[in-house]
Nanobody, 125 residues
Framework: QVQLVESGGGLVQAGGSLRPSCAASGLTFSMYAMGWFRQAPGKEREFVAGISWSGDITIYADSVKGRFTISRDNDKKMLYLQMNSLKPEDTAVYYC??????????????????WGQGTQVTVSS
């Protein structure tokens, strides 16, 4: 059974940093492309960042490009999202997701097969 568990969210002031992580189990992690998505209150879930199974391809939403960095450790079965220069509009529940079909990351949430329960990130102004 595939399980994704996020942690590392929290409350931070604008301009600060956080590094949510996602622990994967029940899957051959190194064979999955992975993604981070977020959902703010009253808004639809949106793509944040994605990474290929090998880690050599990364993609980002324009809103976080240059501020966020996605990375993975296949030996530890861990996914990370380094978030710097945080803004109040980054406030959301952040979810990690796994895609077993494609080696490269995609932005459509419907293409992902497994999801974590989410971790709350709140950025105060």
């Amino acid at each position: 059974q595939v399980q994704l568990v996020e942690s590392g969210g929290g409350l931070v002031q604008a301009g600060g940093s956080l590094r949510p992580s996602c622990a994967a189990s029940g899957l051959t992690f190194s064979m999955y492309a992975m993604g981070w998505f977020r959902q703010a209150p009253g808004k639809e879930r949106e793509f944040v960042a994605g990474i290929s199974w090998s880690g050599d391809i990364t993609i980002y939403a324009d809103s976080v490009k240059g501020r966020f960095t996605i990375s993975r450790d296949n030996d530890k079965k861990m996914l990370y999202l380094q978030m710097n220069s945080l803004k109040p509009e980054d406030t959301a529940v952040y979810y990690c997701a796994a895609d077993r079909t494609r080696g490269s990351p995609v932005v459509l949430d419907s293409e992902y097969d497994a999801w974590g329960q989410g971790t709350q990130v709140t950025v105060s102004s």
